[in-house]
C-alpha cells in the first residue's frame, strides 16, 4: 500500500505571496492532519480534517487555511506568506480520528525569501 | 494542556550498544497515547514505537521497548543493538485517547549519533 505523498517537496516563495500544498492520505485513511516543524518551535500542529471538515486547528493565524476532499485528499494555504513561514510542512494521515496512529509523509520543504 | 519534555537535546552511542532516550509528558487525562517518532536526515517521520495508556505491559517492537512509567509519567525508549541506520531525530509524542482535540503534541527531540 502506497504511504502518505505530499507535494511539492521543495518550494521557493517571495514574502507576500500564497502558496498550496498537496497532501494524498494512505488508501482508506480519511483523517489528515498537517503539521509545521521549525528549528525554534519544533513541530506544531495546523489542524486536522476528517470527511471534509476541520476538526481541530492549533494556534496559528488565520492566513493558515485548508481543506479536505471527498477522496480524503487535503491541501493547506498559506496567504500573504512571511519569511518566518519557512519550515517543513508535514502531513500525517489516520485511518479515523481517536485512537488511530498518523503516518506521517515526507514533507515540503517551504522557503520565503 | 498536555506537554511533552525531552530534555536531552543530543546522545551518542557506540554500534551494537544499547541506548535509552528519555521522556516525560504531563497531562490530566487518564486514558492516552504516546508514541515515539523518528527522523532521520531524509526528514520522513517514522513511527518507531506506540503504547496505550491503560496497557501495563511495555511495547515492544524488535530491538526497540519502552520504559512506560505511567505514574511518573515517564516514557523512555531503549535501543538494544543500536545500528549505524537508528541515528536519526527521536521524538516522544502524546495523543489523547478519543474526543475533539486527537492532535499530536510532541517533544523537542533527541538527536541520536551512532558511532562505528
Known amino acids: 500500500k502506497a504511504g502518505v505523498t505530499q507535494t511539492p517537496r521543495y518550494l521557493i516563495k517571495t514574502r507576500g505571496q500564497q502558496v498550496t500544498l498537496s497532501c494524498s492520505p494512505i488508501?482508506?485513511?480519511?483523517?489528515v492532519s498537517w503539521y509545521q516543524q521549525t528549528p525554534g518551535q519544533g513541530l506544531q500542529f495546523l489542524f486536522e480534517y476528517f470527511s471534509e471538515t476541520q476538526r481541530n486547528k492549533g494556534n496559528f493565524p488565520g492566513r493558515f487555511s485548508g481543506r479536505q476532499f471527498s477522496n480524503s485528499r487535503s491541501e493547506m494555504n498559506v496567504s500573504t506568506l512571511e519569511l518566518g513561514d519557512s519550515a517543513l510542512y508535514l502531513c500525517a494521515s489516520s485511518l479515523t480520528r481517536g485512537a488511530d496512529t498518523q503516518y506521517f509523509g515526507p514533507g515540503t520543504r517551504l522557503t520565503v525569501l | 494542556a498536555q506537554t511533552v519534555t525531552q530534555s536531552q537535546p543530543e546522545m551518542s552511542v557506540q554500534e551494537a550498544e544499547t541506548v535509552t532516550l528519555s521522556c516525560t509528558y504531563d497531562?490530566?487525562?487518564?486514558?492516552?497515547?504516546l508514541f515515539w517518532y523518528k527522523q532521520p536526515p531524509s526528514r520522513q517521520m517514522i513511527l518507531v514505537i506506540r503504547?496505550?495508556?491503560?496497557?501495563?505491559q511495555n511495547a515492544t517492537e524488535n530491538r526497540f521497548s519502552v520504559n512506560f512509567q505511567k505514574a511518573a509519567k515517564s516514557f523512555s525508549l531503549k535501543i538494544s543493538d543500536s545500528q549505524l541506520g537508528d541515528a536519526a531525530m527521536y521524538f516522544c509524542?502524546?495523543?489523547?485517547?478519543?474526543?475533539?482535540?486527537?492532535?499530536?503534541?510532541f517533544g523537542k527531540g533527541i538527536t541520536l549519533s551512532v558511532r562505528p
Open positions: 509524542a502524546y495523543r489523547r485517547f478519543t474526543g475533539a482535540n486527537s492532535k499530536l503534541t
Open positions: 497531562t490530566s487525562e487518564s486514558d492516552y497515547y
Open positions: 488508501s482508506g485513511h480519511r483523517s
Open positions: 503504547q496505550e495508556a491503560y496497557k501495563q
